[in-house]
């Protein structure tokens, strides 16, 4: 019997997947735990548009964020934080900070999991972070400037 799961089911498989069961474990277990559906033809095929609807939104996506990586590239970033005598920032720069920058300063909207900084950013002056999506990299500069 083809049951189309609601939940994940350990052992069994993931939500929105339809899988083969046995009819008591479906009609004694499954649907009354409300773990899953009986599948029939026109509930399979309304999963499979919904699907495919699912993966053509997620590509737009990403394509959207690659194109907005490639329009940051070699390009740079002003923050102004408050600093040491000796230059030392009294609070390390986090990639939500650099996101906030972006987005005021280039009127872009960038998610913190794209901003990978190889060494934290701790001083004042030029510091080089890489903006990443699913193809494509590009290096930011982040300027820092004491007030």
């Not at 049951?3 to 994940?8: G, P, Y």
């Not at 740079?76 to 920032?89: F, M, N, R």
């Not at 060494?119 to 400037?145: F, I, M, N, Y």
């Amino acid at each position: 019997m083809q049951v189309i799961l609601r939940k994940d089911v350990r052992g069994l498989g993931r939500a929105h997947e339809v899988k083969n069961v046995a009819e008591g474990y479906a009609h004694n277990f499954l649907v009354p735990q409300g773990l899953a559906e009986i599948a029939t033809p026109e509930k399979i095929a309304k999963l499979e548009n919904a699907s495919a609807a699912d993966a053509a939104a997620r590509k737009q996506a990403e394509d959207a964020q690659d194109s907005l990586v490639a329009s940051l590239r070699s390009k740079s970033v002003t923050l102004t934080l408050k600093a040491t005598e000796k230059g030392g920032l009294f609070k390390t720069v986090a990639p939500k900070d650099i996101a906030a920058a972006i987005k005021s300063q280039h009127n872009a909207e960038v998610q913190e999991a794209m901003i990978h900084m190889a060494t934290p950013v701790k001083t004042v002056g030029e510091h080089t972070v890489e903006l990443r999506s699913k193809s494509q990299k590009a290096d930011l500069v982040v300027v820092v400037v004491a007030t």
